[in-house]
């Protein structure tokens, strides 16, 4: 059972356009992460946002968590060609000793 | 600094033959994880380890075990592989605190024939 789930399955834009990324989980949570994962590759830690934080950038990137509604959103700007991969949520649950990843989504970006 | 490795990178196996899976990390970290992907399913945790000498069971466990001889090493073992087992092996390592992410391999593509 997938702790996140990310909206949408797959996602298509042109260089320099804005992506934006949603992921939606079940229970209380720690921590969300974003991680990255290029074809054929393992997954990148991208960034972690905590469950008392709102909102958190670094670089291109910006996260926001709302835990009122159980859903994170990761906004990539100023797209790049090399910015395609797949992009997933994962969740640190209260309790567990592991994460929980949902299924990504895969992001194109047309030069 | 070398971080996750996992040998071999591919295998190809016949349904009933047995293999394992090496992971290994140099960054002294506490906690490792072994995941499968699928497509469309994401990814499921397989065993994971907190320390030296423990392992428990994730989401996914039967039809595999594992173990955490050294704490820099953790071994995914496959008994008597089936088709079922066709996937992406990634292996995982972290701290263990609470607000760090994990590092990953660069995954084994195991096929069952």
């Known amino acids: 059972s997938q702790q996140g789930e990310e909206d949408p399955q797959a996602l298509s834009i042109q260089e320099g356009e804005n992506a934006t990324m949603n992921c939606s989980y079940k229970t209380s949570i720690n921590n969300l992460q974003w991680y990255r994962q290029n074809s054929g590759r393992g997954l990148v830690h991208l960034i972690l946002?905590?469950?008392?934080?709102r909102e958190k950038h670094s670089g291109r990137l910006r996260v926001t968590l709302d835990t009122s509604k159980k859903s994170s959103s990761l906004l990539i700007t100023a797209s790049r060609a090399a910015d395609t991969a797949s992009y997933f949520c994962a969740t640190d649950r209260a309790g567990a000793n592991n994460l929980f990843f949902g299924t990504g989504t895969r992001l194109t970006v047309i030069p | 600094n070398a971080g996750v490795t996992q040998t071999p990178k591919f295998r190809v196996l016949k349904t009933g033959q047995s293999m394992t899976l090496l992971c290994a990390q140099d960054m002294n970290h506490e906690y490792m994880y072994w995941y499968r992907q699928d497509p469309g399913m994401g990814l499921r945790l397989i065993h994971y380890s907190v320390g030296e000498g423990t392992t428990a069971k994730g989401e996914v466990p039967d039809g595999y075990n594992v173990s955490r001889l050294k704490k820099q090493n953790f071994l995914l073992g496959l008994e008597s592989a089936a088709p079922s087992q066709t996937s992406v092996y990634f292996c995982?390592?972290?701290?263990?605190?609470?607000?760090?992410?994990?590092?990953f391999g660069s995954g084994t593509r195991l096929t069952v024939v």
């Open positions: 946002i905590r469950s008392n934080e």
């Open positions: 995982a390592s972290s701290d263990g605190g609470e607000f760090y992410g994990y590092t």
